[in-house]
């Protein structure tokens, strides 16, 4: 089946360290997408790729990383930078039509 | 920056009952999008409508758009327990096309 795989699903992080987030997806999609989300918040954008080996940031993209050097993949790294890690991470591609395909999701908490 | 704000931003009612949310954004667009959230889930899309559209139906679902006002609205007719999630519209912006952006998001609880 067609889809978007994140993991893990759930990720401790001590402090000063960096963690990545895996984000795999089977759609054939160009862009994918990395969303922050806060408790009863809405999605900020971390990062975006259009297409392989090529990123913008996004709107809070300070403290983060990724790398795109295939269409099927798009890690994200919570550095040591950012001070606040703690939330809900969620991956997204899109192919022609605009519709977002979401993964579950990984919840870091840092400890 | 986001665009998008739902209104309200959280709805509880009883089963059998319609719920309406509300978005309103802040630029043109392409099209909106209204997306489901269940608890510690991702997001799921819901339905779609273009900017040249002015109401479309998918099921118990009714959106709504008038540009003019910048603004959208979801029905949910008759609504059932497992209607409960929080609500997303997100925006195609005409000036950048690369991405999508979320409002805030409605919680919407329906009571058996």
């Known amino acids: 089946d067609g889809g978007i795989t994140q993991s893990p699903k759930y990720l401790f992080r001590k402090e000063g360290q960096n963690v990545t987030l895996s984000c795999e997806q089977n759609?054939?999609?160009?862009?994918m997408y990395w969303y922050r989300q806060d408790p009863g918040q809405g999605l900020r954008l971390i990062y975006y790729s259009q297409i392989v080996n090529d990123f913008q940031k996004g709107d809070i993209a300070e403290g983060y990383s990724v790398s795109r050097e295939k269409k099927e993949s798009f890690p994200l790294t919570v550095t040591s930078a950012q001070k606040n890690p703690t939330a809900f991470y969620l991956c997204a591609s899109t192919g022609g039509d605009t519709e977002a395909f979401f993964g579950q999701g990984t919840r870091l908490t840092v400890v | 920056s986001q665009q998008g704000e739902e209104d309200p931003q959280a709805l509880s009612i009883q089963e059998g009952e319609n719920a309406t949310m509300n978005c309103s954004y802040k630029?043109?667009?392409?099209?909106l999008q209204w997306y489901r959230q269940n608890s510690g889930r991702g997001l799921v899309h819901l339905i779609l409508?273009?900017?040249?559209?002015r109401e479309k139906h998918s099921g118990r679902l009714r959106v709504t758009l008038d540009t003019s006002k910048k603004s959208s609205s979801l029905l949910i007719t008759a609504s059932r327990a497992a209607d409960t999630a929080s609500y997303f519209c997100a925006t195609d912006p005409v000036y950048n096309t690369d991405k999508l952006i979320f409002g805030t998001g409605t919680r919407l609880q329906v009571f058996p």
């Open positions: 759609l054939n999609h160009d862009a």
């Open positions: 630029t043109s667009i392409n099209n």
């Open positions: 409508i273009r900017s040249n559209e």
